[in-house]
């Protein structure tokens, strides 16, 4: 299954030579595909020296017809060999560039998948592990968070002793979703 995206390309237009003032510039969108093949052929094209430090270009030919220009930071690249089946990204155009392709999973992309809470036992999951988190940290941001909002609630007309209890209620509700017996 052939995977399309087109990626944006900026193309600077400068007025006379490249020192010179820019004018404008060109966006133009380029298919890229992303494909399997098996590697036809390498061989090392020069260097170049970019902003990342030396790199090392090579032309890649694929048995599909494709070939384009790898760039890798090292010399002996592992990423195309000649007679490697490889997943790769394909980006056509004037210069067309190879690069590999990784899949990256579900984890890679958005971590664990988040955290759930069980109020019966009061205590915090990650969602795909299982594992029990610490919630000390959460449990003090939830207190401070109680008292200001009952410091708020009694705006200065109240005991401490008041507040505390005000700041207990919210806490409790905030943490468990339910009111606790009040004596008044």
Known sequence: ?????????????YRGSRKSKRVGKINKYIKMEVKTSTVKQVQSN??????????????????????????????????????????????????????????????????????????????TYKSATGQVIDTDKEDRIMRQSSVRSAVEFCKGDCTVEQMLRDADIIYEYAKYGTIPNIEL
């Not at 299954?1 to 237009?13: P, Q």
């Not at 899949?103 to 992309?109: N, T």
């Open 1 to 13: 299954m052939k995977t399309y995206k087109y990626v944006l390309h900026a193309k600077n237009i």
């Open 46 to 123: 020069g260097t170049w020296e970019s902003k990342y430090g030396l790199m090392y270009k090579f032309e890649v030919q694929m048995t599909n017809g494709d070939s384009g220009q790898y760039m890798s930071k090292f010399e002996n690249q592992d990423k195309f060999k000649q007679g490697m089946v490889v997943s790769y990204e394909y980006h056509a155009g004037d210069f067309p560039k190879i690069k590999p392709h990784f899949q990256r999973s579900y984890e890679q992309k958005f971590g664990d998948g988040g955290t759930s809470y069980d109020r019966e036992t009061g205590q």
